[in-house]
Structure formats: C-alpha cells, structure tokens
C-alpha cells in the first residue's frame, strides 16, 4: 500500500477578483516509510500541497489517499481524527506554548487523545531523549535556542506515533550549524521507525539526502527523482522563479505579527465569530485546528497595531491569546 497517492491535485485561492491557482493538476505517489522531499520556487504551491496531505485544507478538485484513508468526502471531524491518528506537522515557527515546558509541550498532543497522565510522562520523556533534549525536558521555549525549539516541536509531532511526518522548511527559521541537528534527526527518524517522512525544504543538504525529490514549479510536479535517479520528467519547461512573475506571497516572513489564540472551552465559539467577521477586511489567513488539532488558531498577516487590537477583543472574549513577533522567532 501506498504511503500517499494523491490524483489530479487542484486548489484554487480566491483573493478579491484574482484567481490563485496554488495547485493545479498535481499527481504525486510516494511509497510507505519512504523520506521525501518537496522542492522548488517559493509560491510552487508546496505548503498547499502539505496543507492537502495533512487534511488541513481541501483540494478544490482532485483526491488524497494516506494510508488507504480517501481523504475526500471526509466531515470535519473524519479529518479531525485522521490528523490526530495518521499525521504529525513540524513548521518553521515552531509554534510552541511558551507557558508550558519542553516536556509539557510534547505532552500537549497526548492528553488530547486522552492518554493517561503517567504514560503521557514516560512517551513524552522518551520523545524528549530521543530528540537529544534530555536535560532540557523543564525548559520553556524562550529558554531553547531556535535548534532546540524545533526539536521539542518534533518529539510533539511524534506523540501520537503518526504513519506520516509533513514538516514543511523545518530548518527555514534556523542557522546552518544548528539546522544541523534538526536535520539528522529528520533523516533519521525513517531509518528508526516505520514512519513516512515528508519535507519541504530549500537546503540542499537535507534535500540531497532525501530518497525521494518531487520538484513543483507553478502548482504542477516538475520532476521526481527516486534516490538519484530521475524518473519523471514529465514537463520540459524551465523552473519558473514564481517570485519573479507575481508577487510572492511568503506568507510566514512579510508578516509582522501574528496572532495566536489558544482556544477553550467558549472561547472557540467567540473566536471564530470574530474571526469570521475580521477576516474579510484583513484578509486574514487563518488554519484553525492546525498542529494535530491543538486547540490554536493562527492568524497571519496581521498588522502589529491591528494585532493589538485583536489580542484585545480575543481576550475580552475570554480567549487566551499570545502575539508572536515574526522577527523575533528567527
Ligand atoms: N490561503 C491562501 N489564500 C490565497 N492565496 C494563497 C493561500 N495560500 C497560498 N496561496 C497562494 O498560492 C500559491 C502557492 O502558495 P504556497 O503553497 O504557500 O507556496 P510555497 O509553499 O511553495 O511557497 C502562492 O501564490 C500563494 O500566494
Ligand atoms: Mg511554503
């Protein structure tokens, strides 16, 4: 069985009048516990196709199988449970509470899925060595270095054992020297264990280690290349430079601040009314329920001032919230 087969992939953005076509026509098939990949020019539309894989977001056309589980015609709650059961997600922004240790941060996604405390402990201490943090596991995150955050923010995506790792530019916010321990745990992690592993990336070391390379130009697959070996070239068109022909839209870094809503009990409901009504005005790009379904909304692009704002009327609504500075993560 395949790890991913993913047909005809299309998903089209609609921004004011303009039609954005992030994905267009997108046939990928990547074999189980095999380590992949996904190159090319920024706006290709990788994220997106990461967003797919990890039923984050729905193809506008086109299906997703993972693991035999047809992703289309899922309700929301299917997905849900297919987040917390297939996938973990690792980011550039790390994206740790920074209220919580290094150990609790991990643990986050195990009492969702309702694992008692005791063994929450142990898989979380386990993770937490296994990244090579074991005398950091009482850690906040603003006592980490960069290297170490994204470390904890893998020991997290491997709490619920996933079948699929989907880390997109894991090491884009980290310097070479300590993008390096983050990248041989990531190549490592397939060789241990019978996992799936997906990544974004513009290194060229991490990628050239890969097994597996698909290289996107302009929504479509370019090439895959199997160990070295290219096996499709199926479009003979230059590499596009997407920045040189619209305006790239890198969402994480034009952003001056973002707002994180870590959401409870009422104040989903609240905050995703205000959500709804902010959003047109802002043009808000919003991923509720990302991160295994951590109960976190993210809103990027937003302006500090505006930010301000919002972490105000969020909190009025009884939200927890937290404002983190794009520039301050690097
Ligand atoms: N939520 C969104 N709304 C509108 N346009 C989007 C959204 N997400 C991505 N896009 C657009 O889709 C294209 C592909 O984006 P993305 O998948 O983020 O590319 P990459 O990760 O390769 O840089 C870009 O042109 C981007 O502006
Ligand atoms: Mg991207």
Do not use: W
Request: charged share 25%; net charge negative; hydrophobic share 40%.
């Amino acid at each position: 069985m395949s790890a991913i087969e993913a047909q005809d992939l299309t998903r089209v953005f609609h921004v004011g009048d303009e039609e954005v076509r992030a994905l267009d026509g997108l046939t990928v098939s990547l074999e189980r516990g095999r380590l992949a990949a996904v190159i090319g020019p920024s706006g290709s539309g990788k994220s997106t196709l990461m967003a797919l894989l990890g039923g984050l977001d729905t193809p506008s056309s086109g299906s997703v199988s993972v693991y035999g589980q047809e992703l289309n015609g899922m309700t929301p709650q299917d997905l849900a449970a297919y987040r917390r059961s297939t996938v973990g997600f690792v980011f550039q922004d790390f994206f740790l509470l920074s209220h919580l240790t290094a150990i609790e941060n991990v643990e986050v996604p195990l009492k969702l899925a309702q694992v008692s405390r005791t063994e929450r402990r142990e898989r979380a201490n386990e993770l937490i060595e296994l990244v090579g943090l074991g005398h950091r596991g009482d850690h906040r995150p603003q006592q980490l270095s960069g290297g170490e955050r994204q470390r904890v923010a893998i020991a997290r995506a491997l709490a619920n054992r996933p079948k699929l790792l989907l880390a997109d530019e894991p090491t884009g916010n980290l310097d070479e020297k300590t993008g390096h321990a983050v990248t041989e745990i990531l190549l490592n992690l397939n060789k241990d264990r019978d996992i799936t592993v997906v990544l974004v990336t513009h290194n060229p070391e991490l990628a050239n280690q890969t097994e597996v390379q698909f290289r996107l130009g302009g929504g479509k697959l370019q090439q895959k290349t199997v160990a070295s070996k290219e096996i499709v070239p199926s479009v003979k068109e230059p590499e596009i430079d997407m920045a040189q022909d619209q305006e790239p839209v890198e969402i994480t870094q034009s952003t001056p601040a973002k707002v994180v809503i870590l959401e409870t009990g009422f104040c989903q409901a609240k905050a995703t009314d205000i959500i709804h009504e902010v959003r047109p005005d802002l043009g808000l790009f919003d991923i509720p329920g990302i991160l295994n379904d951590l109960p976190f909304t993210v809103l990027n692009g937003v302006e500090r001032e505006k930010a301000e704002e919002l972490k105000k009327r969020f909190e009025d609504a009884d939200c927890v919230v937290e404002l983190v500075n794009t520039s301050e993560l690097k």
